[in-house]
């Protein structure tokens, strides 16, 4: 038997941008209406052709991302339905009139013998990626304008400001907030004396404490503009002294920063749920990009941000840190180049959080599974040279009951066995009261190796009332951070491609998913038939 076909339905309800409206057509004298069904994009208002790619080409287009830029940041929404007659499209961007309608190639019918046409094809294929050569930010930034109607008036030289759900506009809730005084009358920064990068921050809440102190100590770039609502956390974050010579944007004023020349690089600390749209619009503004959470929990946009990254020449770096951990490398060395322990037979990992995260942080940086546990799947991805495991198996559990309320867990096991038939575990806490525990074993058929708790001391404790040394994920991980920064700075100075390709980041998403849906459903997940164009999309958490 054959797959079943499709439905407008069906691609309306995989596709949370797209919706099915129903037209009313009157046709000759007599007056005979059809109604037809047609799957459109709510924030372009534009019909869609029922084919995946064109889909995926049109959501990942810079039309679309304008458009709901606009829905959202003037707070509209728009209609699902379109009525009949002839105030059809009356105010849209693309006039639906059935002259026009009925000259063009049928694609769907539904209900009569009605024609409805196919729109012709505005977009072509991605780029294909190519080494960053050395250039000028704004010759690599400058992508090829999309000549299909926009719903915006004008076409702005840089992207508008943008509208983030976790921060409404300033101008309703100023007072309640605290939010940061209006900056767009504020003196220009400047560059450090010896600074040869500019940057700009967007989003502070979510930003990692060891990912501050590199910004604070590193000499090779400057600051220039934090794009925050909330000007007390920035304030707690730096501190009066370091921001002597940063500017402090709101959200809505984000495009000043983007039209600055002299900004070659944008850090994203978002959540991933709303970070898609800033990496975009600092692409196509011809800013590298470091995101330093995911830039998306959606495989879907996420590949966009990667094909964007590529079509506009600009390095996208994500942050998987634990890469870049000395004692990994040094690991990963062992392992891969050297052959040391020969043929892998198991992996096994424990990464225990401490302090442990706050629940506002869980509820919008994934949860245990994308916050903590992906990190953990990078690297055994790497150390194994495979890019996901066969079948797929977690258990967890939350013992904390806001953890519960969340409908998340706080503590979790999942196994994998891979192809090569290595068998992994990763066992995640989000509970460890004196210290940080991070371990990792790699057992194959040669011997050994093991990375301990990083102690300076040298001093190991069992069962003591008071801890002897306490070391927080952020201390733990301090030069792990570090490096990953100057790798961004190095993309952004053309000097090396990012070394997170899109490949191994959409498989690692894909696995960290798969993780999440084992233990929801209790069974397990077999990767086997899976491939990389099928969706991941990220459980909501209410």
Known sequence: MGRKKKTLHDYAAEFSELAVKRHLLERGAAGEAAVVETLYCTSCQLPMRVRRDRILEHLSSGRHYRNRRLLRQHGLRAPLLLSAGPDVGGGLPLQLDAPSLLSQPSFILAG?????????????????????????????????????????????????????????????QAAQRGAAPEASDGPAPTLRHGSSVGLALFGVGLVNKALFQTLMEENGCCLLYVVEDQLEEV?????????????????QDADIALNDQRVSGAIICSPPEEASEIVIDALRAGKGVFCERLPSFDRQTAEA??????????????G??????????????????????????????????????SLSFLRT?????????????????????????????????????????????????????????????????????????????VHGSQGTLRVDNQNPLGITEHGTSVSIYSQTQADRYRDAHRELFRHFLRTLKGKEPPVITKEQFLWTIQVAAAAEQSWRNGSAVDLRNEALDSSVIKTEIM
């Open 112 to 172: 009569t013998s009605a024609i409805v046409p196919s729109p012709p094809s505005y977009h072509k294929p991605l780029v294909p990626h190519h080494p960053l050569a050395a250039s000028s930010p704004a010759s690599a930034a400058v992508p090829r304008e999309d000549p299909t109607p926009s719903t915006s008036t004008s076409r702005p030289s840089a992207p508008a400001a943008f509208h983030m759900r976790i921060a409404p506009a300033p101008s309703k």
């Open 305 to 318: 941000c990667f094909d964007e990254a590529d079509r506009c020449g600009r390095p996208l770096v994500c």
């Open 235 to 251: 304030e707690h974050a730096f501190g009066a002294e370091f921001l002597a010579g940063t500017r402090v944007l709101r959200q």
């Open 365 to 441: 940086s994934g949860g245990i599974f994308y916050n903590a546990a992906v990190h953990d799947i990078d690297i055994i991805s790497l150390l194994l040279g495979e890019s996901a495991p066969d079948t797929i198996f977690s258990l967890g559990h939350a013992f904390c009951a806001d953890m519960a309320y969340l409908k998340d867990a706080d503590t979790v096991a999942v196994s994998m066995k891979f192809p090569s038939g290595a068998i992994v575990t990763l066992d995640v806490s989000q509970h460890c009261t004196k210290s940080c525990d991070q371990r990792l074993e």
């Open 320 to 357: 998987f840190y634990k890469r870049f951990d000395p004692a990994l490398q040094f690991l990963y060395k062992k392992v891969r180049d050297s052959q040391a322990l020969g043929r892998i037979h198991r992996i096994s990992t424990i990464s225990s959080v401490y302090p442990a995260a």
